[in-house]
């Protein structure tokens, strides 16, 4: 196996760049290496009470136990500013049939603005905080602000980015995804960030394949 592998790179052709002087493409291919990627579809409430609900392509979840999540925002923008300000959040899963109205959330307005009237969408209260997630949302993670990072470059200069985390600390989820108690992903029609400017992805349950850990590696769990 090893000698074949080598063997194939042996044999590839490499686009080798350094970002910071330019990557010589059309497009930038970043975005489209690191993909798909899940939609962190944020909702949020301002100090003012007011509304705010905005996608963001760099999300993803970080810990089991407890379960944190985070979402990187190029700037300071208003979900930044109303976790700060609150303290809280919501995430709601992007499905197929909510498609339009994310992009519909992602249209770039003031703060008075808000995004759940913007979209159509139906602002439905939570349990445990008091930021409202998307009614028509099959799953929602109500969330606790723990930490939001000023990112930085290897040098130690701070970038753009703000990284937001928080703690899981409600889940709704539709009864109608649950088999037998297991969650399942396919039935929900989830969407993600692909590359370029206008790229998303779905999955099917014909693309499935199960691949069960080494016993070595479960064992480290």
Same mark, same amino acid.
């Given at each position: 196996?090893?000698?074949?592998? !080598? $063997?194939?790179?042996?044999?590839? &052709?490499?686009?080798?760049?350094?970002?910071?002087?330019?990557?010589?493409?059309?497009? *930038?291919?970043?975005?489209?290496?690191?993909? #798909?990627?899940?939609?962190?579809?944020?909702?949020?409430?301002?100090?003012?009470? $007011?509304?705010?609900?905005?996608?963001?392509?760099?999300?993803?979840?970080?810990?089991? !136990?407890? #379960?944190?999540?985070?979402?990187?925002?190029?700037?300071?923008?208003?979900?930044?500013?109303?976790?700060?300000?609150?303290?809280?959040?919501?995430?709601?899963?992007?499905?197929?049939?909510?498609?339009?109205?994310?992009?519909?959330?992602?249209?770039?307005?003031?703060?008075?603005? &808000?995004?759940?009237?913007?979209?159509?969408? !139906? #602002?439905?209260? *939570?349990?445990?905080?008091?930021?409202?997630? @998307?009614?028509?949302?099959?799953?929602?993670?109500?969330?606790?602000?723990? /930490?939001?990072?000023?990112?930085?470059?290897?040098?130690?200069?701070? !970038?753009?980015?703000?990284?937001?985390?928080?703690?899981? @600390?409600?889940?709704?989820? &539709?009864?109608?995804?649950?088999?037998?108690?297991?969650? /399942? $992903?396919?039935?929900? &029609?989830?969407?993600?960030?692909?590359?370029?400017?206008? $790229?998303?992805?779905?999955? *099917?349950?014909?693309?499935?394949?199960?691949?069960?850990?080494?016993?070595?590696?479960?064992?480290?769990?």
């Amino acid at each position: 196996m090893s000698t074949n592998i !080598t $063997t194939y790179c042996g044999r590839m &052709d490499f686009h080798f760049y350094e970002p910071a002087a330019g990557h010589g493409l059309p497009h *930038s291919p970043f975005n489209a290496i690191i993909a #798909p990627r899940p939609i962190g579809w944020i909702s949020s409430r301002a100090a003012d009470g $007011t509304l705010n609900l905005a996608p963001y392509s760099f999300f993803n979840a970080f810990s089991y !136990t407890p #379960p944190l999540i985070g979402f990187a925002s190029i700037g300071e923008k208003d979900s930044v500013t109303n976790i700060r300000e609150t303290g809280e959040f919501c995430w709601n899963l992007a499905t197929r049939d909510l498609a339009e109205a994310m992009n519909e959330s992602a249209r770039i307005t003031g703060p008075e603005v &808000d995004e759940f009237a913007l979209a159509g969408l !139906t #602002p439905a209260p *939570s349990r445990l905080i008091d930021v409202p997630h @998307v009614g028509e949302a099959r799953v929602v993670f109500e969330c606790r602000a723990t /930490q939001i990072v000023h990112l930085e470059d290897a040098a130690g200069a701070p !970038t753009e980015t703000r990284m937001v985390f928080g703690e899981v @600390v409600g889940v709704h989820i &539709d009864k109608t995804l649950l088999v037998d108690g297991i969650y /399942q $992903t396919t039935v929900a &029609d989830p969407i993600s960030r692909g590359g370029g400017p206008a $790229t998303y992805f779905t999955i *099917s349950e014909e693309a499935r394949f199960e691949m069960p850990r080494p016993e070595a590696a479960q064992s480290r769990l």
